[in-house]
């Protein structure tokens, strides 16, 4: 099964740049499909790979800072072909 997430990562602290940009590498190197905004990153790819390595780098993250928050969101299909129709 194919899945789509949108990753939004706020560390709750005053060096919270370093801790995003280590988070988004570490993405980049997992062989998934990455795609950054400024507002969010996308990851793409089957459900047990994405959640997989997702599980392994915001345990990382987390562990790496004192206070932070991440949302997510989750859709079942690869929408990383997606291109606005207007």
Do not use: C, W
Request: hydrophobic share 40%; net charge negative.
């Amino acid at each position: 099964m194919k899945i789509s997430v949108e990753l939004t990562f706020s560390p709750l602290q005053d060096d919270f740049e370093e801790h995003i940009i280590l988070f988004i590498k570490k993405l980049r190197t997992s062989g998934l499909t990455v795609i950054e905004n400024p507002l969010s990153t996308q990851v793409y790819g089957s459900y047990d790979e994405v959640m997989a390595v997702l599980g392994t780098e915001i345990k990382e993250a987390f562990t790496m800072m004192d206070k932070g928050l991440l949302h997510m969101k989750i859709v079942k299909s690869d929408r990383s072909d997606y291109e606005p129709h207007f």
